[in-house]
């Protein structure tokens, strides 16, 4: 619905024949190809920056929240590094 809104802005000629479509103006019957190219790519571009942006945000609070994680099991285990510490053995110390 976004592509098709944005895309309409590139129509240079209507065809008002159908009298439903968009406040009565019709299918569009020429569209700009030099308009048409810079508001397409230029859409598709900003919908996958935003998608790329969103995936690195929750990258980056995923590490966050793990190191948080690890910082806060490391300060309830005395004694124990964070390195020291291992996933597979639930968390408790790994002696070396």
């Known amino acids: 619905m976004y592509f098709g809104r944005v895309i309409d802005s590139a129509c240079m000629i209507w065809d008002g024949s159908t ?3 968009d406040e009565n103006k019709g ?6 190809p030099s308009k048409f190219r810079h508001i397409y790519f230029g859409l598709a571009a900003c919908i ?14 995923m590490i966050v929240r793990r ?3 690890r910082r806060t099991q490391s300060e309830d285990t005395p004694g124990a590094t964070p390195s020291s510490l291992s ?4 968390g408790t110390t790994v002696s070396t």
């Not at 996958?48 to 609070?61: H, P």
């Not at 996933?87 to 639930?90: A, D, I, Q, W």
């Open 19 to 21: 009298g439903q479509c």
């Open 27 to 32: 299918a569009c019957a020429v569209y700009s």
């Open 48 to 61: 996958k920056l935003f998608a790329i942006m969103g995936s690195l945000t929750l990258c980056r609070l």
């Open 67 to 69: 190191n948080n994680a």
């Open 87 to 90: 996933p597979e053995t639930g």
